[in-house]
């Protein structure tokens, strides 16, 4: 027994303290039974109160009793307060489905009574009352009842079968009182000075619920009144755009005639270099033409054009009537969309005649005409025209516009080949008539460039680019090939006669700003010939010196100053270096006089003297050099030799007009 209380901490205390057990075990039942005497002393004195709580706790399990037998019954009270709720509810919902079935049947009943009685008033208004805008409250109401009288469901009634027709007259005299209304109304169009717009915007709008009725109930009165609204409309815009047009194109001038062209037949060839025969550069300059291509160009006033007496050409007048036409379009395809709706082709057999004429009118012009700057603007003009319509999105004028852009491309082209053939045709000149000077075709086919150029925008790049480039390459044919060939002996006379034609064309076009491929064209031609005409000049002068250098540099740097001494050069030094010394300044007096008398352009004669005198001080400063090689030790004629920097000197006398 021991054993199982070794765990025990007082028991192993004990042990520890050496503790006899005998006596330990006596102490602790002594301690035990004096606890048990204080605890039932305890228990005595709290007799009373044990009593008091158990009667206490009998009391209130009596209460809790009654209170389970309570909840009891509430709770049976609310089942059937459940019960009674949902009855209430099942005949709410009874009740509000029953509500809902009266009130449709109620408004069905309601809408079919309104619908199946005529009031006597509203025979009335439609049978006597004036057409005037209260009129329309009157077929809005007759319009609901003819529907009505049309539904399937309606005709199943007996009331249908009293009213049927009754409705039926009422809408008979309706339409015609309508119809007739709306003819009236567009043969007050047809009045001369009549607004056509603000009368489509002020009365005919206001009554477009008439049409809509008519093409409901009445199609062959709607039928009636849109062929009256077509014939009318289309013999107003005719009138209207015939008159125009005929009265502008009365004032209208030709830029351009057939015989305009930039080059010359073989027989006019003499006239080439004629001052007095050569054509007028005008009807190939743009000037303020291009005007029309603005956002802000108005059309054009005949009366203005009578009292000022200003120049109109063709594109102002299409111009004009462009604009005229879009604005006119675009209103009508607004009021057609609005009354007669969109499904109608209203809009194209209002215009098919005017169309047509314009059409005919501008066929007309460009079967007789050989205006290429002309033909380009009308198709720029008709392209923004019809970019604008694009941007409105109005698209009745999409087969006209291409039309038109065909035909003015077409005839752009034609001209273009005109003026190619007149530079083909070109005869090659004898060498007696041709002048160095600029010539008159030269001028014009710049002006020409440049003014295709200013207008190549707007989409229309790739096809004058390329008409240019046929033109481009003929004129270079005529002018390099067939008259530059005439002069192939006379090389300087050929660069002379190159730099002043390629120099006054590339200031032509410099002047409109038109930089592109005949620009380029013309400057690589111009600077070429500087080259050719530098050397030219100055083999005249100084030809022996020039020779010395190239003849002798290069046997100098394979052979040296052995090989050099050997040749024939060498052995004329002495006499090229004594006649430089005696002719040195009359050679640049000459060369002086000959770019002044050869350049009519006085800042290109310039530039040209300039480099003549550059390259003649490079020739001399590579001619000394030679000579200092070949004698190392002095020349013995060094007292002729022109120092560089005395050659200087005497260029800066000319170089001051540089």
């Known amino acids: 027994d021991l054993r199982s209380f070794e765990q025990d901490e007082l028991v192993k205390k004990a042990l520890a303290d050496g503790v006899d057990l005998r006596q330990y075990a006596t102490q602790v039942d002594e301690e035990l039974r004096q606890v048990e005497r204080e605890s039932i002393m305890d228990y005595i004195e709290e007799a009373e109160e044990l009593a008091s709580l158990h009667t206490q706790i009998r009391q209130c399990d009596s209460i809790l009793d009654n209170m389970e037998t309570m909840l009891s019954g509430f709770q049976g009270d609310l089942a059937n307060i459940s019960a009674e709720i949902k009855h209430l509810q099942d005949e709410s919902i009874s009740m509000n489905i029953r509500l809902r079935n009266r009130r449709a049947v109620e408004g069905q009943l309601s809408e079919f009574i309104t619908q199946a009685v005529i009031p006597p008033q509203l025979v009335t208004n439609i049978c006597a009352a004036e057409v005037n805008e209260a009129y329309i409250e009157y077929v809005v109401e007759l319009n609901s009842k003819v529907r009505f009288a049309k539904q399937e469901k309606a005709q199943r009634t007996r009331a249908y079968r009293e009213i049927h027709a009754s409705v039926d007259k009422l809408r008979t005299k309706a339409a015609q009182r309508m119809r007739d209304f709306l003819l009236q109304k567009i043969g007050a169009l047809k009045k001369r000075m009549t607004n056509v717009q603000i009368l489509q915007q002020a009365v005919l709008l206001k009554f477009k619920t008439f049409y809509a009725f008519l093409l409901e109930h009445a199609p ?293 700003g038109a930089v592109a491929e005949d620009l380029r064209m013309f400057e690589e031609l111009l600077e070429a010939n500087k080259a050719v005409f530098v050397e030219e000049v100055l083999d005249a002068q100084f030809g022996k010196v020039i020779r010395f250098v190239k003849q002798t540099e290069q046997p100098l740097a394979h052979g040296g100053v052995a090989a050099v001494r050997e040749t024939a050069e060498y052995k004329q030094l002495e006499a090229v270096v004594k006649e430089f010394h005696a002719s040195w300044k009359r050679g640049i007096e000459a060369i002086n006089v000959e770019v002044m008398k050869s350049f009519a352009n006085f800042k290109n004669g310039m530039e040209i003297l300039k480099q003549a005198l550059t390259q003649l001080l490079l020739y001399h400063t590579r001619f000394l050099e030679l000579v200092k090689k070949l004698f190392p030790e002095g020349a013995p004629f060094a007292k002729f030799v022109i120092s560089i920097s005395t050659i200087m000197n005497e260029i800066k006398l000319y170089s001051r007009n540089f």
Not at 325 to 338: K, N, Q, R, Y
Not at 389 to 404: D, I, P, Q, T, Y
Request: hydrophobic share 45%; glycine share 6%.
């Open 220 to 512: 062959d009165k709607a039928g009636e009144v849109l062929d009256a609204y077509n014939t009318t409309m289309s013999s107003i815009f005719h009138r209207l755009f015939k008159a125009h047009v005929g009265e502008l194109a009365r004032l209208a001038v030709d830029a351009a005639a057939k015989t305009d062209v930039v080059g010359e037949e073989a027989e006019s060839v003499a006239s080439l270099f004629a001052k007095s025969a050569a054509r007028g550069e005008a009807p190939f300059k743009l000037g303020d033409r291009a005007e029309v291509l603005d956002k802000s160009y108005t059309p054009i006033i005949p009366a203005i054009v009578y009292s000022t007496k200003q120049v109109v050409h063709f594109e102002a007048v299409w111009a004009s009537t462009m604009t005229m036409l879009v604005d006119t379009a675009c209103s009508e395809h607004a009021f057609c969309h609005d009354f007669f709706g969109p499904q109608h082709a209203v809009f194209e057999n209002v215009h098919g005649r005017t169309l047509n004429q314009l059409a005919s009118v501008l066929e007309d012009f460009l079967g007789t005409t050989y205006d290429t700057i002309g033909c380009l603007l009308l198709v720029r003009v008709s392209r923004r025209h019809q970019g604008v319509m694009g941007s409105r999105n109005v698209g009745g004028l999409k087969a006209f516009f291409e039309h038109v852009l065909k035909v003015c491309w077409e005839r752009f082209f034609a001209t273009v080949e005109h003026q190619h053939a007149s530079l083909v045709k070109t005869a090659q000149p004898p060498p007696a008539t041709l002048e160095v000077h600029p010539l008159p075709v030269v001028r014009r086919y710049a002006e020409l460039a440049a003014s295709l150029q200013l207008l190549a925008a707007d989409g229309v790049e790739q096809r004058v680019i390329s008409a240019m480039s046929t033109l481009r390459s003929a004129l270079h044919a005529m002018l390099v090939t067939r008259y530059g060939g005439v002069l192939r002996a006379q090389r300087k006379l050929q660069a002379v006669f190159l730099i002043n034609n390629a120099d006054a064309a590339a200031a032509i076009l410099r002047e409109h």
